[in-house]
């Protein structure tokens, strides 16, 4: 081991992993000339012993066994990058033996990061994540660091490159949803299995690592109000341009009194908005604090390389911190009694878009109207398309005025009974950001 | 003073110092809740100290000799928010005092960074200067920690608020340059005194300070080729329109072999980019890495409390590095040896847009284009508008491809010299991005 380096173990060894292998034998000057920055990569764990690897390793540092990582007395930072099911255990194992951690597991810090967080304070050991939200954009420490001074009053995010890459092919006209998602799954935008993306709880989990430094707020991911973009039509897509709007999977964070909204779903945006303007699979956050008014970080929220290089920029933090004999910058992630609760959902006002099939009848329009008057709903505009082809149906489209989200759910189980109203009716947030 | 509060001194009382004292008293919980952060303000040089202030500051507390606050025992932490004159000798006497320095004050980093920064080195404590690019945005930590395994290939920036404000005007039709600089003017925007901002020179201060970490690069703000805006006509706007580009003043560093091209200039950009979008008195900055590709952050460049906000960020960052007893971060803005110097501006190649009155003659395109290509100076489109109402000149439009700014200049000069060329020659480079 180099005198003077830092001892490192990675759990790990796939795709960014083998890009933070790179990036520590390649760094560029910025990096080479911080002083006290050296790395020693100590060991490896990975799946498969015998699998190539497109980065060059020396075999003796390679195991299959964690534990042996943590338990390698010349590692002092683990940096664990499986995302995969014991990653709990491979962290906490880390910590309680005093060593830094740096992760970028978004899954394990959105729902156990108040007891990672702690244990880490406790033990004296640094716990990093800067590439668990976002890849490669600092979003992480600008809200820790650069937006300190403010209190931050809400926080707009694209956060999942997959669906902002299917909605804005749907959005230039490109195909449906389930043509452009196959088309993803192949180039590698999408996983096979693509539910955790476009459910939106891969959004949900990032925004809760978010709100935790944002609002002091202990909402775990899965306390997060959720709907994915599973059920965006075309037809949608062309209302919302007919209306000035684009269509995003945005994840919102809100204060609201003493508590903080949470949700994640398709979202209509005003189409010049900056956020409107986040194409293909780049992510982009809009904080709204009070000293800076609105700031918006853009930039790639996944991929090797991103990903990577934000897991180095926190392995240079650790690093730098203890060798100015600093204790772990942990602290401010503990919320403790602080903590501020999830707004209940049923609570949050907004404008809405309903888009439904009625059979062209008189007095089905008065019919829906009287429903939603009956629940404070007042109606901004309507659009009636003509008679369609066949059946009799035409398509019907109500924009809301801001409504209560509880009223406007009452009101859509009273319009489904109606019985000139054909199937679901559709519905979407809209956000004037 | 407070027990384990940092005695903090302040130079300068006006618009930002007074956002600072504010954000001092009214410290979000964020803030609030950090271990160790805890400020006393012991001491406020201010120029008249018979001035009403609209932050309420003990009068024993106020000098009109900024040497009592670099001399006053209790003050660990000197802020020097004046912009003004010996603001050099204030920061020096602060630094060899050994006591920590945060500053807003650009043109002082821009042109001695160097020295001060040694300076501060040597006499181990901090200088940190977040506030003097972009206001509120937090590019310089992002660049110096967020973005540190990245070797930086270019950066653009939209740094001055003043002429984002005009241009952005100008482009929405909405008058001349010398009205809107009114309106400027009117509201605050502009100074009475706008030189540093329309010629481009504040923004060459800023790119400086950026390029320096982004780059290691050595130039200060004189170093930089600067055109202002003073020139742009609406016309210019018009035709960029209908070319698919938007103008705005840019500032623009890229890694040049082992060089570094520095410039602010205004520039057309395509409509569709992301800076095109960038309005108002709006900051960005688009930064490529070599890892994470591209990224822009946006937001408020300047007023009283994202500048308040970047200042006090900076604050937390000297006070929390102190408590941990470490040393001063800013080894690595001291660039000695490894400074890379400023490209020869002749030497860059970009594509321009030429604009000339020219007399409606036969020969006359002829002439200019055979002189272009004597120079490898090839024409990616002409735009030749009708006949004007009088004096039988016609505007000329040449669009070129990618050429050399001397081969350029010298085209320019012998067109100039052509008798059927009226006036002079309108040139504005143009950025892909």
Chains 1, 2 share one sequence.
Not at 108 to 127: C, D, I, N, Q, S
Request: aromatic share 4%.
């Amino acid at each position: 081991m180099d005198s003077g380096a830092i001892g490192v173990g990675i759990i790990g060894l796939g795709t960014v992993g083998s890009g933070v292998v790179r990036l520590l034998e390649d760094a560029p000057t910025s990096m080479r000339r911080r002083e006290h920055v050296e790395f020693s990569i100590e060991r490896i764990a990975v799946r498969d012993l015998s699998k190539e690897r497109d980065v060059e390793i020396d075999p003796a540092k390679l195991t299959d066994d964690p534990t042996a990582v943590l338990d390698d007395p010349n590692v002092q930072l683990v940096v664990e990058l499986t995302g995969a099911e014991p990653a709990y255990e491979w962290v906490r194992g880390a910590l309680e033996r005093g060593k830094d951690v740096v992760t970028a597991n978004k899954a394990l810090l959105a729902e156990r990061g108040e007891e990672l967080y702690a244990l880490a304070r406790e033990k004296g050991a640094e716990l990093l994540f800067e590439a668990s939200v976002a890849g490669g954009i600092p979003i992480i420490r600008s809200l820790r660091n650069g937006l300190v001074a403010n209190r931050v009053e809400s926080l707009y995010g694209i956060l999942n490159g997959t669906t902002n890459y299917i909605l804005t092919r749907m959005t230039r006209g490109e195909g449906g949803y389930d043509e452009i998602l196959s088309d993803a799954q192949a180039i590698g935008y999408a996983e096979p299995d693509p539910t955790m993306d476009v459910s939106g709880r891969d959004a949900a989990q990032k925004l809760a690592i978010l709100s935790r430094i944002a609002f002091c707020c202990a909402g775990t991911g899965s306390d997060v109000f959720c709907e994915g973009i599973e059920e965006i039509e075309s037809s949608d897509i062309d209302y919302a341009r007919q209306l000035g709007y684009v269509i995003k999977l945005l994840a919102i964070a809100k204060r609201s009194g003493e508590s903080v909204e949470m949700r994640v779903h398709p979202a209509m945006v005003p189409a010049d908005s900056l956020l409107a303007n986040i194409n293909d699979e780049f992510n982009a956050i809009e904080v709204v604090g009070s000293a800076v008014g609105n700031q918006v970080f853009y930039g790639k929220g996944a991929g090797q390389m991103p990903t990577a290089s934000a897991v180095v920029s926190d392995m240079v933090a650790v690093v730098e911190r203890k060798a100015d004999g600093a204790g772990p910058a942990v602290g401010d992630m503990v919320l403790g009694q602080e903590a501020l609760p999830v707004a209940p959902v049923e609570q949050i006002q907004m404008r809405y878009f309903l888009r439904m099939q009625v059979c062209d009848l008189p007095g089905v329009l008065e019919h829906i109207a009287r429903i939603l008057a009956g629940e404070e709903i007042s109606i901004a505009s309507v659009l009636q398309k003509e008679r369609d082809v066949d059946g009799g149906l035409v398509p019907l489209v109500i924009v809301t005025h801001e409504a209560r989200e509880e009223s406007v759910q009452r009101a859509l189980d009273a319009i489904a009974s109606v019985e000139a109203v054909q199937g679901a009716v559709r519905l979407i947030r809209m956000e004037e950001l």
